[in-house]
Every structure is written in structure tokens, then in C-alpha cells.
């Protein structure tokens, strides 16, 4: 069973920074496209980032310019750096690897738990 654990969630106030990062267990995805989904209480699975084996991004345009997708293809480890976060960022973070890297969480096979991420303002 594959595993992708998932960690560096937090509080931060607005402005603020944080480092997400998820390891997968299994090193046969290291060629897989990653990606962050989140969620907030109410909301669907929103689309956050995917990076392919190429290092080609994808982002979305409530995150463009602030936040940064990136990975470690030796362990396979995926990371995204939140800089100059909003309330509106409050919501549990997903990683997740597939294929294809896609804004789809339909393309996507296997899934984190999540982590916390709360901006107070």
C-alpha cells in the first residue's frame, strides 16, 4: 500500500510562511507527477499545484506568485512553499501523485491525510 504522509501544517498569521512537505513510500512513484489539493469545511478538493518528473508547474491563480511546488525525485518527496498567506489559504492540504500532472483530482490515484494549515488575520 503506498503511503504519502504529509507535514509542516500549521498556524501562521497573514503574510506569513510555511513549508509543506509529503514523502511517498513507495519509490516506484518517483517518476509520477505530484500535486497539493486543499479543502476547506464547506468547499470542494481545490486544485493547488502539480510538478511533473520534468519539473514542468502547474498552478492555480489564486496561489501564482506566492506559492512554490517543488520535489526531491531520490527520495520522492514533494514540497510547497507558502509565502504571503491569506485567510483564505486556511484549509487542509493534500498531496497526491498520478500520472499526469492535471488540476483534476479525478487523475490522481493516491492521497495523503492532509495537514492543517489555519492564517489568522
Known amino acids: 500500500q503506498v503511503q504519502l504522509a504529509e507535514s509542516g501544517g500549521g498556524l501562521v498569521q497573514a503574510g506569513g510562511s510555511l513549508r509543506l512537505s509529503c514523502t511517498v513510500s513507495d519509490q516506484a512513484f518517483i517518476n509520477a507527477a505530484m500535486a497539493w489539493f486543499r479543502q476547506a469545511p464547506g468547499k470542494e478538493r481545490e486544485f493547488v499545484a502539480a510538478?511533473?518528473?520534468?519539473?514542468?508547474?502547474m498552478y492555480a491563480d489564486v496561489v501564482r506568485g506566492r506559492f512554490i511546488i517543488s520535489r526531491d525525485n531520490d527520495k520522492p518527496t514533494v514540497y510547497l512553499q507558502m509565502n504571503n498567506l491569506k485567510p483564505e489559504d486556511t484549509a487542509s492540504y493534500f498531496c497526491?501523485?498520478?500520472?499526469?500532472?492535471?488540476?483534476?483530482?479525478?487523475?490522481?490515484?493516491?492521497w495523503g491525510q492532509g495537514t492543517q494549515v489555519t492564517v489568522s488575520s
Open positions: 510538478q511533473t518528473r520534468a519539473n514542468i508547474t
Open positions: 497526491t501523485v498520478g500520472h499526469l500532472a492535471s488540476s483534476n483530482p479525478r487523475l490522481y490515484g493516491y
